[in-house]
């Protein structure tokens, strides 16, 4: 098994892969109320704020049902619309999430998934955030990017 562990000041990214699986691991801490955070990782227009998604210029996500269980992540470069990730809420407590996550793209990837945890401490939240079901490491290194850029800029917008 190939893993690595990086410490990025107070927050780790782990990524780790066997002979065919990979996944990413990475907590940071957040200075907000477990509720908002909960809200900014789960309402398609709040996720807009803070998703930075790898070769990307920006983010549109986009609810496909009323409920916003199901949503469209439409990654744009350069006004064009390429690769949308397609995301089924599968739980969402203030404690726990979880996400079924298909990226579609030219190499067809499959589905994998989407754990996050938050642990309210005081006035801080541990998030965690586990995405498993990678074929291959180089998914769970791009992955692994928009996950610690996405929540790097949640953590300034909402500590701001």
């Known amino acids: 098994m190939m893993q690595t562990i990086h410490q990025i000041g107070e927050d780790f990214i ?13 907590s940071v801490n957040i200075r907000a109320d477990a509720h908002r955070i909960v809200y900014a990782l789960t309402i398609p227009e ?6 930075v998604i ?6 549109t996500c986009v609810g496909e049902d009323r409920s916003e269980v199901n949503f ?3 990654l744009c470069c350069s006004k064009n619309v390429h690769a949308p990730i397609h995301c089924h809420r599968i ?4 404690e726990h999430l979880k996400f079924a996550w298909r990226r579609v793209d030219s190499e067809g990837k499959g589905q994998s998934i989407v754990d996050i945890r938050i642990r309210q401490r005081k006035a ?4 965690s955030v586990r995405h498993t079901g990678f074929s291959d490491v180089a998914e769970a290194t791009w992955h692994s990017v928009l996950w610690l850029s996405s929540l790097n800029k949640l ?3 909402l500590e701001a």
């Open 155 to 157: 953590r300034r917008l």
């Open 91 to 94: 739980l969402a407590t203030t």
């Open 72 to 74: 469209r992540l439409d």
């Open 54 to 59: 790898p070769g990307a210029d920006r983010v």
């Open 46 to 51: 709040y996720m807009e704020a803070w998703m």
């Open 14 to 26: 782990e990524r780790s892969q066997t002979a065919n699986y990979a996944y990413v691991s990475l």
């Open 124 to 127: 801080v939240c541990i998030v």
